[in-house]
């Protein structure tokens, strides 16, 4: 017969195997709990990722611009390009033979209809000039496909308005492609400012755009022959990040000044140098400086400065090493136009843009916020030739 004091020990032992068997059978439970969460997690992000098909689509232009932007497009692993719309027999054989295209059927303006109409399209972009944007826009919006188009959305205001409308009522997407705000330094400067209000109140936007290397003398003179080209063609990138940044706020007036320092321009009648000052009743003070030449690279910058400190957005360089000596330091020039410096950012609007078919993502460009860039160069414009600051 067991004493008391071994009695004790074993019911002592007993309870602690006990509880160390309810213990692990506890976590056991947990894990296969855990385990079962995780395949049916698994599992519907499986029967998600089903969702995420490749688009049938299809381009207009294949110019200059249209060339950079169908590289991405035929790169895209998630788009099949099923034709491009391109009249002018030059463009369509230097764009297949530099994409490597020949497979890839080309059709006329005149099959539009025809191409719009079939039900596997999904989409289409539009890299065509921008007197032809509202036209084509309406007549894919009426197929209930998705838009891309290269900025501006369209000539006119009212024609922006018709676009936007048009969309919505049909359900679908259309997106405006100002690319800078998908470029990573322009990104982080808008979070900075708008979503973690580092830099307090707005008293001042700054942005510069100087281009390189300088455009034709053709395209320079025929770009904009009505109006102001270097405000309507290139500063337009400027005042869409203005727009972005300040919410669509209505400004209180535009003054627009400019100078022709190339003689042959200046002959054409046409300006190379532009400053702009756009003043806001909040107090925001926004200024564009723009010229169509520099002699070290393509230089874009946006500074934003309020009560609580400043964000710019600078240069990327085409190198990130710095070489020092000696005799001093060297760095990287800037690179040498748009399709290097914004590489990145003509990529990832085109993944926004797939997101935007997916259902998961909205276009960045918002009906309100096109008018108003619309708006304020239509007012630039008139600054521009009535040579005096123009109220809103």
């Not at 100078?259 to 003043?279: E, F, N, P, R, Y």
């Amino acid at each position: 017969m067991l004493s008391s004091s071994a009695v004790a020990v074993v019911q002592t032992v007993g309870s602690v195997c006990q509880r160390s068997l309810t213990s692990k059978l506890f976590r056991l439970s947990n894990t296969t709990t855990r385990l079962a969460t995780t395949t049916s997690t698994q599992t519907n992000h499986g029967t998600d990722s089903w969702k995420h098909r490749q688009y049938n689509v299809g381009a207009f232009g294949a110019g200059r611009i249209g060339r950079m932007h169908l590289r991405n497009v035929a790169n895209h692993r998630r788009l099949k390009l099923k034709w491009v719309v391109e009249d002018k027999a030059e463009a369509r054989e230097a764009t297949q033979d530099e994409l490597f295209l020949h497979d890839t059927p080309f059709s006329s303006s005149s099959e539009t209809q025809s191409l719009l109409s079939d039900p596997s399209l999904d989409g289409v972009f539009i890299f065509t000039n921008t007197e032809s944007h509202a036209s084509l826009i309406t007549q894919a919006l009426d197929k209930g496909k998705a838009v891309f188009v290269e900025k501006p959305t369209a000539e006119t205001r009212e024609e922006i308005d018709q676009c936007y409308s048009l969309a919505q009522a049909k359900g679908t997407h259309l997106f405006t492609g100002f690319q800078r705000r998908l470029d990573p330094a322009m990104s982080d400067l808008y979070t900075a400012v708008r979503h973690r209000g580092l830099v307090g109140k707005i008293f001042n936007i700054h942005t510069v755009s100087r281009d390189s290397p300088k455009p034709s003398y053709d395209f320079l003179e025929n770009c904009d022959p009505n109006g102001c080209n270097l405000l309507s063609d290139m500063a337009v990138h400027d005042v869409d990040i203005i727009v972005w940044l300040t919410q669509a706020e209505l400004p209180e007036f535009i003054y627009v000044v400019t100078h022709a320092h190339d003689q042959v321009l200046a002959d054409k009648g046409v300006d190379d140098s532009l400053t702009v000052v756009i003043k806001y009743k909040s107090g925001v003070i926004a200024t564009i400086d723009s010229c169509r030449e520099t002699t070290y690279g393509y230089d874009i910058r946006v500074e934003v400065f309020g009560s609580d400190g400043m964000v710019v957005a600078e240069n990327p360089r085409e190198s990130s090493a710095v070489i020092n000596g000696a005799a001093g330091g060297t760095i990287r020039r800037l690179f040498h136009s748009f399709p290097q410096r914004f590489e990145k950012a003509f990529q990832l609007e085109i993944d926004h843009f797939v997101r935007c078919m997916d259902g998961t993502d909205e276009p960045p460009v918002t009906k309100d916020q096109a008018l108003m860039t619309a708006r304020i160069i239509e007012k630039g414009v008139q600054s521009f030739r009535e040579k005096q600051p123009v109220y809103f």
